[in-house]
Structure formats: structure tokens, C-alpha cells
């Protein structure tokens, strides 16, 4: 059989990662990427991408935890080499603070995060308002340059990239043998996913070099993690909310917010205001598909739906969905020798 053609659809983290990992397990596949938009104009662009795993309720909590683990894996060996600052990947320490002591145990990823341990009190007297804490080490992606970064690898591996929009996946058959559904909060309308739904979010970027530890309420909405030259501070959760403008009675709200847990920001310089519509499901959907219409079949694999932990995770999926594309290979080639005989 020929090399395999692959159409990954977006360029999200999603979509270039996951056709990294399809270039990694399948050197001789030709990838090509189609997506309406590219980075800087992603909803990847938007997020503060810190690693801290969000969950998802349907999917089990050591298959999340695998995830995480290799994402988490992958970026720390990025964060030790000379790629770190061109990669935008660095390692960030803070807090994550209670004003009621949680009842759970541990986070699932506590121990995939490193010196995972309980705030002391000289720590928490930072915080009057809150009664304890967690202190941690995580992984953070500056995002417009992570992309950029995945960009030029698959760039350098041969991977074709073209902005079009895909109104339907059978548009694709019979250029591509197979499909991989990346389009984030685009799947609603392109695979008529109802279980999908944009959950937004509405960050300040800005400019506050003093801010070096992430703080990070976990009463609340309330957010503020430094990346390598800005500082994201966040957020809001507005389920089924698909409006990109940004609100500024909102952007007052968060930078109220964070300055009420970090004073210091109220020295903070050129704020930028982003919005973006997580694509929220209660499982991520990564799995195999095969389309079928008047008894023509078209392979497709979904990884899509990854909400407000796509970059925490997307290593992981992104393997995962490579496996499942080696998987449809093979049962290409197995029916073109079936063919043959
Ligand atoms: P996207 O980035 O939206 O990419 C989808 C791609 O598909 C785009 O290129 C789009 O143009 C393309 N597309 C869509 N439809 C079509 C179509 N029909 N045809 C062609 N192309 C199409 N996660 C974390 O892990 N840590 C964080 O700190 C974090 N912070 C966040 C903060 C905010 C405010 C927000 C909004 C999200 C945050 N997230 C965070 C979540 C994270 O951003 C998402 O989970 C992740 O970006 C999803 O990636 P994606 O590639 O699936 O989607």
C-alpha cells in the first residue's frame, strides 16, 4: 500500500500535537493539517497553559492521570533542554489556597507535580483570607510560542498546512485515507456533537515581571499564573456562552479579584483582555469512527472536547490518538492485501 494519507482538522495544541505524534509512531504517513484558524488566533492562544489537570467526570481518573503523567513527561524533558525559552515551556512554583479546608483527598495528580506538600504557616500568612493551602511545582506553556514551536517541528517532518474551513469530513474522501477530528469547540457544528459545549473563559494579559509565583484560589474563579514575559490573570467559567467579545465589567471583576489575593498588581502595565470558548464534554472523545454513506466508508479518529485541561493533557491524547491512526493503518493495509489476493 502507498504511504498513508492523514488529514489532521485544526491547529489548535490538539491538532499540531497530535500530528506530531502521528509523525512520530508513523514516519512514512504524509500528514497534512487543515484548520480555519492557526495560532495566534486559536483558543490555545488564549489559555494560561499551566499545567494542573482539569476532570473530566466520564473518563476514569487513572486514564487522566496517564495523561497528565506524559504530557507532564515530555514538557519537563523541553524545560531541561536548550528548546525551553524557544519552546516557551518553564517550570513555575505557587499555591493553590482554601478559605474552608477541601474534604477530598489528595488531587489524583499531586504526585505527577513535583514537592507537592502543604503550605507552611509563615506561607500562608501571605493570604489572610484563606485557612490553608497546597504549595507546588508544575509546568507552565507559554502558548502562542508552544504553537509556534510544534508548528516549526512539523514544518521540518514535511507536514503540509492549509487554513480552510471543513464544513463536512466527507468533503475529505478520497484525498485522505484518514481523518482525525482536532477542531475543539469546532466539532459542535462540524460532527454534530451536541455533548459539546463552550465553556468561556475571559483572561487579562499582563505585564507584571515582580509576579513570580502562581497563586491560585480554589474557593473561586480567581487566578494569576506568570508565564515567561506576561502574566495571565483569570478567569470565568460561563457555560454555554459563545460570545468571543470581551465584557468589561468582567475585566474589571477579575482584575479586582487578583489584586485582592496579589496587592502587587495593582502596579500591573499594558493589560490585554482575551477571550475563549473551552470545548467542554464530560469525557474527552478519542476514539475510532467509521463513517459510512451509500456503503463508502471513511476512517476517522475524534480526540476532541478537552475543556479546560488541553494542555495539561495533550501529549497524552495526542499518543493515544496516534495509536488509534496506527490502528486504522493497519486495517487499511490488511484489506488492500485481501485485495491483492
Ligand atoms: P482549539 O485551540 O480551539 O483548536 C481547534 C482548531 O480547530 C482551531 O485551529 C480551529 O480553527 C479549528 N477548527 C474548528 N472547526 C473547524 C472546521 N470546521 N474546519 C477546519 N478547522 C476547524 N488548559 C490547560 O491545560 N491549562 C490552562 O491553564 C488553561 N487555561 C485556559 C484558560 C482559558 C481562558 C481558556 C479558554 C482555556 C484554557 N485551557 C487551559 C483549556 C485549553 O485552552 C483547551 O483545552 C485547548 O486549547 C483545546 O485545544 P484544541 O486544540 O482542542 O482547541
Redesign the pocket.
Known amino acids: 500500500m502507498a504511504a498513508p494519507k492523514v488529514a489532521v ?9 497530535t500530528a506530531l505524534c502521528i509523525m512520530e509512531t508513523c514516519p512514512n504517513c504524509s500528514v497534512t493539517i ?6 495566534p ?14 476532570t473530566y467526570p466520564d473518563t476514569p481518573i487513572h486514564v487522566q492521570k496517564q495523561w497528565f503523567k506524559e504530557t507532564f513527561t515530555y514538557l519537563f524533558a523541553i524545560s531541561n533542554s536548550a528548546e525551553a525559552s524557544e519552546a516557551g515551556i518553564h517550570l513555575v512554583s505557587g499555591w493553590q489556597v482554601f478559605k474552608n479546608t477541601p474534604k477530598e483527598e489528595l488531587p489524583f495528580w499531586s504526585d505527577v507535580v513535583l514537592g507537592f506538600r502543604p503550605m507552611s504557616k509563615a506561607e500562608l500568612q501571605k493570604f489572610p483570607q484563606h485557612q490553608s493551602g497546597q504549595a507546588f511545582t508544575t509546568l ?2 507559554d ?1 502562542p510560542p508552544y504553537l509556534s514551536w510544534l508548528e516549526k517541528r512539523l514544518k521540518a517532518a514535511g507536514v503540509q498546512m492549509y487554513t ?4 463536512d469530513l466527507w468533503e475529505l474522501h478520497g484525498k485522505y485515507d484518514i481523518i482525525v477530528n ?6 459542535h ?2 460532527v454534530g456533537d451536541k455533548k459539546l459545549l463552550p ?5 487579562l494579559k499582563v505585564h507584571a515581571p515582580w509576579v513570580k509565583n502562581f497563586i491560585r484560589d480554589r474557593d473561586g474563579l480567581t ?1 494569576i ?1 506568570p508565564g515567561i514575559h506576561r502574566i ?1 490573570l ?3 467559567r460561563e457555560k454555554e456562552n459563545w460570545s468571543l467579545s470581551p465584557d468589561p465589567g468582567t475585566t474589571k471583576d477579575i482584575f479586582d479579584r487578583c489584586c485582592s489575593l496579589e496587592p502587587s498588581l495593582w502596579g500591573a502595565q499594558d493589560i490585554q483582555v ?6 467542554s464534554r464530560q469525557c474527552v472523545r478519542l476514539q475510532r469512527e467509521v463513517l459510512s454513506q451509500g456503503g463508502v466508508k471513511l476512517l476517522v479518529v475524534h ?12 501529549r497524552g491524547t495526542a499518543k493515544e490518538a496516534a495509536g488509534l491512526v496506527g490502528e486504522c493503518i493497519a486495517a487499511l493495509q490488511g484489506s488492500s492485501s485481501k485485495a491483492k489476493l
Do not use: W
Request: aromatic share 6%; proline share 3%; with cysteine.
Open positions: 482538522v485544526g491547529a489548535g495544541v490538539i491538532g499540531l500535537s487543515l484548520s480555519e484558524q492557526f495560532s488566533n486559536t483558543t490555545s492562544d488564549v489559555a494560561a497553559g499551566m499545567l494542573i489537570p482539569h507552565k506553556c502558548c480552510r474551513k471543513v464544513a482536532c477542531a475543539g469547540i469546532g466539532a457544528q462540524l465553556v468561556r473563559g475571559q483572561v487566578y499564573y495571565t483569570g478567569g470565568t482575551k477571550v475563549g470558548l473551552r470545548p480526540n476532541y472536547g478537552h475543556g479546560a485541561g488541553g494542555f495539561s493533557v495533550h
